[in-house]
Structures are given as C-alpha cells and as structure tokens.
C-alpha cells in the first residue's frame, strides 16, 4: 500500500486528494517502479479538469495525477524487453498509471535506462520535456544561424527549447512574463515581456524581416497575435494548441518511444539539453507543486520528489 495524489471527478483543484492504493501490477508490456522523482506538467491538470480524458488509460476514479517519471523497477510485466528489476528507468504513465505516487507502471516501449552520469531528477524532466523540446526543434529543421521566436519561453518546456536551440546555433528570442526574464535571459535569450507593451512590435524591431520559425507553447490569441511574425506560416509549430493549422502552421509531431528518450538523454548529459529545474517538492506538497504550474508562475521546470 502507497500514497498517491490524484482526484476522484472531473473538476478544479478542489477534487485532488492523497488516498492510499495498493501497487498496481504492470500489465503486459508494463513495468512497475519505485517513484524517485515525478515531472510536473500543464498537461496534468488539464487531464483532472476532464480536457483530455482519453489519456486517463480508461481507468476508473480515482485517478493518480502525473505522466513522466524516473525510478526503480519493482516488477515487470509479460513482453517487456530491455529492462530488468533493479534498473534505474525514467519514462511515460501512458496506460493512465499516474507518477505522483509511490509506486506506478511505466509503459515498457516508452521507457529507457537512466545513463550512468545522469541524475534521476534531470531524468525525470525528460520524457515530456526534453523530447518535446528535440521534436519541435527536429521538425522546424531550421540552420545555424536562423531567428526562432519562442512563445512562452519562461516555462519548463520553453526555457528547454530555447537552451537546445541555442545550442544549435539558433538566435532565440523569447515572450514571456516579467518574472521569467532573468532565467531566460541567464540563458542567452533575447527577452520580450509581453506585459510591458505591444509584443508584435518589439518582436519587429528585434527582427524586422520576420522570422524563420516560431515555436507556441501558449496558444489561444497569444499564438494568434505571434503567428504573423513568421516568413513562412509552415514554420509556425504549436506544442498545445491544435487548432494552428488554421493559421497555416502545424502541430508538433511527437516521438515518444524509448530511442527518442535515450537521445534526450545523451544530449543532457553532454549539457546541449538541460532542463532548469527551479522548484523541488515533496509528495506531501503536490498540491502547491501542481498550482504553480497551473497558474502560470512557475519559472522552469518543477518536480516532484517522493523517494
């Protein structure tokens, strides 16, 4: 028996609770681990507030919040290649099993082995964060040298973004609140606060023949007031809002299996993709970790430790 934090309904933070559950056994092609650390992402409470119930795994109330962490394997399940009980593993809950918890099952082909070198708190930031960053940047295709406006860069997935596109030889520009600009800036980005005035013109005066790729990770009218900056509407890619081809840009193309997290992995430990973690909690305080991503005032990347 283990503490999980999850919710009970559809609903606001107010459905999200701890209960006690006992391990669950990881079915075919799962494994079962020992939750060191969980990532933190927008996607959680958009699953709790019944936006995306599809990625719930089908899985009766109530229901343990989180999709990405890194730990040990309890267990594993029929089919399961390539790992072994004691493996230190970070990965996706696709199957709806939830990491704010003690104990969880991976889904086996979307988890990897944790390289030696590499922390488990890094590993964890890796499977949501660290691919989405390499698959944005990998689909956009853009040379050294080229603009790339990111929007919303002062997030987890934002800052992550902009570091490996920097490393890439990219010029980053980047939107975002006043209380992201130091962690943006510390990075090498040119910074616009989108509080302080008119961002479309900023972005004009930094940038005056547009630019070669934008990457959204806002959506809604702000994806709409950016996405005119692009020379190319093809080169205007949102992670969240789906609704961007009709401005004639894509979605993002996801690659979510275990060699994409093993490159994400590499390229963290040769420093080129490297998540700035700036909050840690205890699974006793899922409640504020979750909150400050919700409303927007996470600076980076937060996580959760339960071990």
């Known amino acids: 028996m283990g503490q999980a934090w999850g919710f009970g309904r559809y609903g606001g933070p107010e459905v999200q609770e701890f209960f006690d559950r006992p391990d669950p056994a990881p079915g075919r092609g799962e494994v079962l681990i020992r939750v060191d650390v969980a990532g933190v992402n927008p996607l959680d409470h958009m699953l709790r507030s019944g936006l995306v119930p599809g990625l719930d795994g089908g899985r009766p109330f109530p229901i343990v919040l989180g999709m990405e962490a890194a730990g040990t394997v309890l267990a594993r399940g029929e089919d399961v290649d390539g790992l072994e009980v004691g493996d230190a593993v970070f990965g996706f809950a696709l199957t709806g099993g939830g990491t704010y918890a003690e104990t969880t099952v991976l889904s086996a082909p979307n988890t990897a082995r944790i390289p030696a070198g590499l922390s488990v708190t890094v590993a964890a930031t890796l499977p949501v964060t660290g691919t989405t960053a390499v698959d944005v940047l990998d689909q956009l295709g853009l040379p050294a040298g080229a603009t790339v406006l990111v929007n919303g860069v002062g997030g987890g997935v934002g800052l992550v973004v902009a570091r490996l596109a920097i490393g890439r030889e990219l010029r980053v520009i980047g939107t975002g609140s006043t209380a992201k600009r130091e962690q943006a800036e510390a990075i090498g980005v040119r910074f616009i606060d989108y ?48 609704s961007v081809p009709d401005l004639g840009g894509r979605f993002i193309e996801r690659r979510l299996d275990r060699e994409s997290l093993e490159r994400s992995a590499r390229l963290a430990l040769d420093g080129v993709l490297a998540p700035v973690i700036t909050a840690v909690h205890p699974l006793s305080d899922a409640l504020a970790a979750l909150a400050s991503v919700e409303n927007g005032h996470a600076a980076g990347k937060v996580v959760i430790k339960v071990a």
């Open 195 to 242: 509080t302080a005035g008119d961002v479309v013109a900023a972005a004009r005066q930094l940038v005056p023949e547009g630019f070669d790729g934008i990457v959204d990770l806002v959506g809604g009218a702000s994806l709409r007031t950016v996405a005119p900056l692009a020379r190319d509407p093809r080169n205007v890619i949102a992670v969240g809002d789906m």
